[in-house]
Antibody, heavy 126, light 109 residues
Framework: EVQLVESGGGLVQPGGSLRLSCAAS????????MDWVRQAPGKGLEWVGR??????????EYAASVKGRFTISRDDSKNSLYLQMNSLKTEDTAVYYC?????????????????WGKGTTVTVSS | SSELTQDPAVSVALGQTVRITCQGD??????ASWYQQKPGQAPVLVIY???NRPSGIPDRFSGSSSGNTASLTITGAQAEDEADYYC????????????FGGGTKLTVL
């Protein structure tokens, strides 16, 4: 069964740090781009960032709201994705999802996230 | 603010057809993907690419695109289709590499 399981969420004070993990199983993790998406309470989905696969040099991209504070990494030997979050702000409070990325081309490029974890909750509060 | 614009709420009578739209300049160059999210659950992919459905998604869900607008159509809406729907695409503005629309709350009457 293809599965993603996030962990590492919790309560942290503003300015603090937290590291989220995402364990993948049931597919060849190393082949895939992987994304982090978050959802603040009562709000919509917000894309956080992405890591590409080894064939694409593990390059990363980030949303402007987290760039310079968050770092995405992966360990293909452990089928794991990570999100290091530093200098946390109250507005980072959200459920954080990891998702498997897929790409395609049909006149236009397209990217989609076809497998999602259940999410882990991060609360930034004093 | 989102670079993809969706109507906040749409309603449809049971068994009727509803179209949920997503507007943005990036949609002239990239196809959108569509996600369904029910309360307390993770998002689920329902449409990707030109008009592709993942395995397990009913064929009443379809997608289309024209100019700067992508659309998700549900033909013969069912009670279980009541959910939030989000579009997603690459962002061509340069502000954010990837972006979600603000979401549309679909109510099935």
């Amino acid at each position: 069964e293809v599965q993603l399981v996030e962990s590492g969420g919790g309560l942290v004070q503003p300015g603090g740090s937290l590291r989220l993990s995402c364990a993948a199983s049931g597919f060849t993790f190393s082949d895939h781009y992987m994304d982090w998406v978050r959802q603040a309470p009562g709000k919509g989905l917000e894309w956080v960032g992405r890591t590409r696969n080894k064939a694409n040099s593990y390059t990363t991209e980030y949303a402007a709201s987290v760039k310079g504070r968050f770092t995405i990494s992966r360990d293909d030997s452990k089928n794991s994705l990570y999100l290091q979050m530093n200098s946390l702000k109250t507005e980072d409070t959200a459920v954080y999802y990891c998702a498997r990325g897929m790409r395609g081309w049909s006149r236009y490029y397209y990217y989609y996230m076809d497998v999602w974890g259940k999410g882990t909750t991060v609360t930034v509060s004093s | 603010s989102s670079e993809l614009t969706q109507d906040p709420a749409v309603s449809v009578a049971l068994g009727q057809t509803v179209r949920i739209t997503c507007q943005g300049d990036s949609l002239r160059s990239y196809y959108a993907s569509w996600y369904q999210q029910k309360p307390g659950q993770a998002p689920v992919l329902v449409i990707y690419g030109k008009n592709n459905r993942p395995s397990g998604i009913p064929d009443r869900f379809s997608g289309s695109s024209s100019g700067n607008t992508a659309s998700l159509t549900i033909t013969g809406a069912q009670a279980e289709d009541e959910a939030d729907y989000y579009c997603n695409s690459r962002d061509s503005s340069g502000n954010h590499p990837e972006v979600f629309g603000g979401g549309t709350k679909l109510t099935v009457l």
